[in-house]
């Protein structure tokens, strides 16, 4: 049981590029976000989803995209990333099922550079 | 915006107990209290969470007050490997619908030999 698995751990980009930063879980979590952490500000979310085929956005949506094609996987693309993306992104999950006992469970993030 | 609002530092001897504060004035009766703490540049662990009751785990303790206004983590005996920022978030239980959970900047604890 590997948790929340989220990869690259580091990456470095120039102003223009795409690239997806991958997340998988394997404890068939239905609820899966992403959050977004620059010095000083906490953790921002990015966009979330409920299920498979769902997704809805958080508080700093723009030029990030996600689908949610599997329970297990929750992509987080950027489509052309400036330097205000660079920042430690990080994936969460989380179910319904374990009641009021459902921690968010966290991957220990992508470290994102954008030059 | 976050619900909660916590002092943005705090210190702590070793061996003491570390008592931090939570905010959180506008928290509706179906809303939770969960802590997290994130140590280093990790990703943020659980600690615990109650909704109106006092808690208690292997980590910590987390007294709510009867109003519900605001609550204080506990580390019973602070170590080195406390040091961490400490975030109280509240939330509504997902099993009833999923709340955006929003984390505001947290508590940076700092342990003192």
């Known amino acids: 049981n590997a948790g929340v698995t989220q990869t690259p751990k580091f990456q470095v980009l120039k102003t223009g590029q795409s690239m997806t930063l991958q997340c998988a879980q394997d404890?068939?979590?239905?609820?899966m976000s992403w959050y977004r952490q620059d010095p000083g500000m906490g953790l921002r979310l990015i966009h979330y989803?409920?299920?498979?085929?769902?997704?809805d956005q958080g508080e700093v949506p723009n030029g990030y995209n996600v689908s949610r094609s599997t329970t297990e996987d929750f992509p987080l693309r950027l489509l052309s990333a400036a330097p205000s993306q660079t920042s430690v992104y990080f994936c969460?999950?989380?179910?319904?099922?374990?009641?009021?006992?459902?921690?968010?469970?966290f991957g220990n993030g992508t470290r994102l550079t954008v030059t | 915006d976050a619900k909660t609002t916590q002092p943005p530092s705090m210190d702590c001897a070793e061996g003491r107990a570390a008592n931090l504060p939570c905010n959180h004035s506008?928290?509706?009766?179906?809303?939770?209290v969960y802590w997290y703490r994130q140590i280093h540049s990790q990703g943020p662990q659980y600690i615990i969470h109650?909704?109106?009751n006092n808690e208690t785990n292997e980590m910590a303790s987390l007294i709510i007050t009867e109003d519900r206004k605001s609550s204080t983590l506990i580390l019973p005996h602070a170590t080195l490997r406390d040091t961490a920022v400490y975030y109280c978030?509240?939330?509504?239980?997902?099993?009833?619908?999923?709340?955006?959970?929003?984390f505001g900047p947290g508590t940076s604890l700092s342990v003192i030999p």
């Open positions: 969460a999950s989380t179910s319904p099922r374990a009641g009021t006992y459902s921690p968010l469970h």
């Open positions: 404890m068939n979590h239905e609820y």
């Open positions: 989803s409920v299920g498979a085929g769902i997704t």
């Open positions: 506008t928290i509706s009766g179906n809303e939770y």
């Open positions: 109650g909704l109106k």
């Open positions: 978030i509240v939330r509504v239980a997902p099993k009833t619908s999923y709340d955006k959970v929003i």
